[in-house]
């Protein structure tokens, strides 16, 4: 894992995560008790979405999620976004979520010191809640009868908010899981913090190679795009094909020109 530092003219320091799944997460919280960020931005994919095969919370399966969140939160004010991968997450889940401290940003926004920052929730997580709450109470079951995963991809999301969002007095930071969204999102906001693409899972002359909802060799994958949206690479690896020329980030945004 390596530590990645930017200097931006924003007004608090922040650290950006992205595509925990689920994994071991003691060297991250290391490398932000070093670096001290004044805010934790979290933008998505904390989970690990397979459909699970019963109806256990996906925070109770994958064990080292609530940990994780726990820590940041004692570090520094922490947010996080949905990602493709929070698809799962039922009303309970996110309230056990916010317990650990974190203020979860669904299609939303929070008013931080002057910092305005919301979070652009992934359309597939948006797309299954809806479907899920259309179908009306189930005697309990989590997971009715699924969309795809695939039929995801194909989907738009909820960008209607942003116009508001972007009214609000302050500087805007928005968590956008999905650096593929970046047309989509109106020139009022100022920073934007992805993650997704783990940094195109190769590396070829600084070029990432193949990443989910871009294709081959995408457009965002890691670093900083137009002085106003960063990538970050990722914290974890979750297929079988390594990671070349690609290590795992941490990625850090510091104030100043």
Not at 17 to 41: M, N, T, Y
């Amino acid at each position: 894992m390596v530590e990645t530092v930017y200097r931006m003219n924003i007004p608090a320091s922040v650290a950006l995560l992205g595509d925990l799944h689920g994994r071991p997460w003691q060297a991250v919280v290391g490398s932000l008790q070093k670096h001290k960020p004044e805010i934790i931005c979290i933008a998505g994919d904390v989970l690990y979405g397979r459909h699970p095969t019963d109806d256990q919370s996906p925070l109770i399966a994958q064990t080292n999620v609530l940990p994780f969140l726990e820590a940041c939160g004692a570090l520094a004010p922490t947010f996080m976004s949905l990602g493709n991968h929070e698809w799962m997450l039922d009303d309970e889940d996110i309230r056990q979520i916010q317990s650990t401290g974190v203020t979860v940003l669904d299609n939303g926004w929070t008013d931080h010191h002057g910092l305005v920052i919301g979070g652009l929730s992934s359309a597939y997580a948006t797309e299954y809640h809806s479907y899920r709450d259309s179908l009306g109470a189930l005697d309990g079951v989590r997971y009715p009868a699924k969309m795809t995963r695939e039929s995801g991809s194909a989907l738009k999301p909820d960008t209607a908010w942003l116009s508001e969002f972007c009214a609000v007095p302050g500087f805007h930071v928005l968590l956008c899981h999905h650096p593929e969204y970046y047309p989509l999102i109106p020139e009022g906001v100022q920073l934007i913090l992805s993650a997704h693409a783990h940094g195109g899972q190769w590396r070829v002359f600084g070029r990432g190679v193949f990443a989910p909802g871009q294709g081959w060799w995408p457009k965002w994958t890691k670093g900083v795009y137009d002085n106003r949206m960063i990538v970050s690479a990722g914290l974890a690896n979750t297929t079988r094909a390594p990671r070349i020329f690609n290590p795992t980030e941490v990625v850090y945004v510091e104030a100043g020109k």
